[in-house]
Each structure stands twice: as structure tokens, then as C-alpha cells.
């Protein structure tokens, strides 16, 4: 039994972190493709705003996406429920914003 519990363990380790780097995988794609010479700031942002999940569905309260924008800015510059639409938004955001709007930045 205890095997078997191991097993499932592993199983679910394995599950997870397959998740989270693909997560990244697909994030940095799209992060690097509208921010391009700050891909790896942004990344740093993703990484503190979305807990390292990296995950399109990171919410906290009214803050959603890879980006964390809140409803305010969602209604403005958009969002999706995939990384390629959330680093769109976030990246005109930042164009009008800069940085300073993000905790993690």
C-alpha cells in the first residue's frame, strides 16, 4: 500500500510539473513575442504574478491572466482565457502605463 501511495505521488509531482512548464513554455512564447527586447522583465512579472503557475487562469479576486489585470484594464485593452490574448492586452498596457502598475514589477 505504501508503494502504491508513493506511486500516486510521483504520478501527480510528474502531473504537475509537466503542467507548470508547459504553462511557462506557452507563456514565454507569447510574452516574448509582444515584448521582445523586455521578454525577460515580463517573464519576472508573470513568474511573481501568477505565484510561478504561470497558468492563463491565475485569478486573485478581480485580477485574472499571466498578467494579473484587473477588470478595469481588462475592459480597456481586452483579455482571453489564453496566454497569447493576455500578453496581448498586457503589452498595451504597458505601452500606456509602463511598469508601475504591476506589484511585481
Same mark, same amino acid.
Given at each position: 500500500?505504501? $508503494?502504491?501511495?508513493?506511486?500516486?505521488?510521483?504520478?501527480? =509531482?510528474?502531473?504537475? /510539473?509537466?503542467?507548470?512548464? !508547459?504553462? %511557462?513554455? *506557452?507563456?514565454?512564447?507569447?510574452?516574448?513575442?509582444?515584448? $521582445?527586447?523586455?521578454?525577460?522583465?515580463?517573464?519576472?512579472? =508573470?513568474?511573481?504574478? /501568477?505565484?510561478?503557475?504561470? !497558468?492563463? %487562469?491565475? *485569478?486573485?479576486?478581480?485580477?485574472?491572466?499571466?498578467?494579473?489585470?484587473?477588470?478595469?484594464?481588462?475592459?480597456?485593452?481586452?483579455?482571453?482565457?489564453?496566454?497569447?490574448?493576455?500578453?496581448?492586452?498586457?503589452?498595451?498596457?504597458?505601452?500606456?502605463?509602463?511598469?508601475?502598475?504591476?506589484?511585481?514589477?
Amino acid at each position: 500500500m505504501k $508503494r502504491f501511495v508513493l506511486a500516486l505521488v510521483a504520478a501527480f =509531482v510528474i502531473i504537475v /510539473t509537466d503542467a507548470a512548464a !508547459s504553462n %511557462y513554455t *506557452r507563456a514565454r512564447a507569447a510574452v516574448c513575442y509582444y515584448f $521582445r527586447s523586455n521578454c525577460d522583465f515580463a517573464m519576472s512579472v =508573470v513568474r511573481c504574478e /501568477t505565484g510561478g503557475t504561470y !497558468s492563463p %487562469y491565475a *485569478r486573485n479576486g478581480q485580477y485574472w491572466g499571466i498578467f494579473q489585470m484587473g477588470s478595469r484594464e481588462r475592459a480597456r485593452y481586452g483579455h482571453s482565457w489564453d496566454v497569447w490574448g493576455q500578453a496581448r492586452a498586457a503589452h498595451a498596457y504597458y505601452v500606456d502605463a509602463g511598469w508601475s502598475r504591476w506589484a511585481c514589477a
